[in-house]
């Protein structure tokens, strides 16, 4: 249950993530409910790091359709090969962008945003989606996140 959540402030961003990962899958366990899922795994993130965005964009129609989040409002639909959550799509691959405003064709949702990770969403080998996570905060994200993160979204049952 989502009140029994427990944020670890201290430790490691790797610690972090360890003590998060098992209570994440504690709060999918048995639920089959896909925008559910997604909205708690945004939740959860999102307290744990305190990070500027947390959300999921779900494949609809060939464009990336905004779907649960965390955070202030955010743009709705993204084409593919746009930004760098279509970009991540387009090249199925994780995209960590140290500086936003580096990174061509980056869509600014928000001018607070400053760097950001995205993560495609796999399901039969295609990406149905992306995890996106937003800081305000230059160079907040490494192969650390893209590691754990990697696990979270392993946890959400796409098929269900």
């Known amino acids: 249950m989502a009140e029994d959540l427990q944020i670890t402030a201290s430790g490691s961003k790797e610690e972090q993530y360890q003590s998060l990962i098992p209570q994440i899958e504690g709060l999918l366990y048995g639920e089959t409910d896909l925008i559910a899922n997604l909205a708690n795994v945004a939740a959860a993130l999102k307290e744990q790091f305190k990070w500027f ?3 999921f964009y779900l494949v609809k129609n060939n464009e990336l359709v905004l779907g649960p989040f965390q955070g202030l409002v955010a743009c709705t639909r993204i084409a593919k090969g746009r930004g760098v959550c279509g970009t991540a799509w387009d090249k199925a691959e994780t995209l960590i962008v140290p500086d936003v405003d580096a990174f061509p064709g980056h869509i600014a949702c928000s001018s607070l ?4 990770i995205v993560l495609p969403l796999f399901s039969h080998g295609e990406v149905i989606g992306v995890l996106d ?3 305000s905060e230059l160079n ?7 590691k754990y993160l990697t696990q979270v979204i392993g946890l959400i049952k796409f098929n269900a």
């Not at 907040?140 to 893209?146: I, N, S, V």
């Open 53 to 55: 965005w947390v959300g």
């Open 140 to 146: 907040e994200f490494d192969e650390t996140d893209a």
């Open 113 to 116: 945003s400053r760097s950001e």
């Open 133 to 135: 996570v937003d800081s």
